[in-house]
C-alpha cells in the first residue's frame, strides 16, 4: 500500500498549485482521504479532508476559500488545488487515507492508516 504525492513546488505569494496523490496496492474508493502539512518547527495540521464517496468535504478554517480538495475519477486519486498562496502555506503537504470511524467529528485527526512521504511547497512573498 502506497501514497504518492506531487505537484509541490516553490510559487509566488498569489500563485497555484494543484497536489495530487496516487494511491496504489489497494483500492481507495471506499476510505476517506486528507491532506495534512507540517511548516518547519511546527507540528502538523490539518489542511482538508473529503469523504470515501467524495460528498463530504472540510476544511481548516486557515485555507477554507483557497483551497479545494477533490477525488479523482478513479477514486484512488485525490487532489488538493491552491489558491492564491501565501507565505504562511509553506510546508510539507502530506496525503493520508483511512476508514474514519466518525469522520463528521474526526476528519482533521492525524489518525489515518495510511501515509505518503510528503510534497514540499514553498511560497515566498
Known amino acids: 500500500v502506497q501514497l504518492v504525492e506531487s505537484g509541490g513546488d516553490s510559487v509566488q505569494a498569489g500563485g497555484s498549485l494543484r497536489l495530487s496523490c496516487a494511491a496504489s496496492?489497494?483500492?481507495?474508493?471506499?476510505?476517506?482521504m486528507a491532506w495534512f502539512r507540517r511548516a518547519p518547527g511546527k507540528e502538523r495540521e490539518f489542511v482538508a479532508a473529503t469523504s470515501w464517496n467524495g460528498g463530504t468535504t472540510y476544511y481548516a478554517d486557515y485555507v477554507k476559500g483557497r483551497f479545494n480538495i477533490s477525488r479523482g475519477d478513479a477514486s484512488n486519486t485525490v487532489y488538493l488545488l491552491m489558491n492564491n498562496l501565501k507565505p504562511e502555506d509553506t510546508a510539507v503537504y502530506y496525503c493520508a487515507a483511512g476508514r474514519v470511524f466518525d469522520f463528521d467529528n474526526d476528519y482533521g485527526v492525524p489518525r489515518y492508516d495510511y501515509w505518503g512521504q510528503g510534497t514540499q511547497v514553498t511560497v515566498s512573498s
Open positions: 496496492g489497494r483500492t481507495f474508493s471506499s476510505y476517506d
